[in-house]
């Protein structure tokens, strides 16, 4: 299976165990197909299709339509969600690709059975930031004041943005590690990855189920005790798309 199939007929939404419920009726395939959804199946392995759309694009329709897919699989079982856009070339392709890896998805199924994903991402105030940065650091201070008003040399201007850059770098690392060690307790696994814009952490948390609602009560307390100036949003639970290679 892949998202580059030379002639794709079947969309991939996800990988369940055989004897999983399947309750697929009344959910619309992307496309927005109703009643196209449909499992093949290989040994103790599912994989649940629908007709690939003959223009597929990433329309807000359709990446409603996969997600809720997942969704409905994922509250009956243990899930492994392809990412939007995976495709194959036909039935056979599919059970072959189940064959294939057989071993790996079972155990991979086990693992993941009765967990979520939540996703948490945090920004900080850079203003609050640097303002920390300035008052805590001796050698920023002070160049800061020399340069102040246009003053200083072109050096100075140069050492306190390297400087401040490195300081803030510091800092947020600091901050999301502390953030994720903290988390991290209440999960089985987490992936970190590179955040976006302003923000300093996108991490995301493999929790069992049956503590998703501690784990989003714990992560709500966590954003309150670091007050205002931190922007926190978690979202979850949702498929285990981080871990799942």
């Known amino acids: 299976m892949s998202n580059t199939s ?5 969309y991939i939404y996800a990988i369940t165990g055989s004897d999983h419920p399947l309750r697929l009726a009344g959910l619309r395939a992307v496309g927005g197909v109703s009643g196209a959804l449909r499992a093949v ?13 003959p223009d597929l694009r990433p ?5 409603a339509a996969h997600q809720e897919v997942q969704e409905r699989l994922m509250a009956d079982g243990a899930v492994l969600p392809m990412r939007f ?21 079972v155990r991979r199924l086990e693992e993941l059975h009765a967990t979520a994903e939540f996703n948490l991402k945090a920004a900080r105030s850079q203003d609050d930031l640097l303002r920390e940065v300035l008052t805590e650091s001796d050698d920023a201070r002070r160049l800061n004041e020399r340069t102040r008003d246009g ?3 072109y050096a100075d201007r140069v050492a306190l943005g390297e400087l401040v850059a490195h300081q803030l770098n510091a800092r947020q690392r600091l901050l999301a590690e502390q953030v994720v060690g ?21 991490a995301s948390f493999l929790v069992e189920r049956g503590r998703a609602e501690e784990f989003s009560r714990a992560a709500r307390q966590l ?23």
């Open 59 to 63: 329309k807000r329709r359709d990446l």
């Open 182 to 202: 903290r988390l991290s307790e209440m999960a089985r696994g987490n992936v970190v990855a590179s955040p976006a814009g302003e923000d300093f952490l996108n």
């Open 41 to 53: 199946t290989g040994g103790p392995l599912a994989c649940v299709v629908s007709a690939a759309p």
């Open 85 to 105: 856009g995976m495709l194959a070339p036909d039935d056979a392709a599919v059970t072959a690709a189940l064959d294939g890896k057989r071993a790996e998805y």
């Open 6 to 10: 030379p002639s794709p007929s079947l």
């Open 223 to 245: 954003a309150q005790g670091y007050g205002e100036g931190y922007d926190f949003r978690l979202r979850g639970p949702l498929p285990p798309y981080s871990f799942v290679a």
């Open 151 to 153: 003053g200083g040399t």
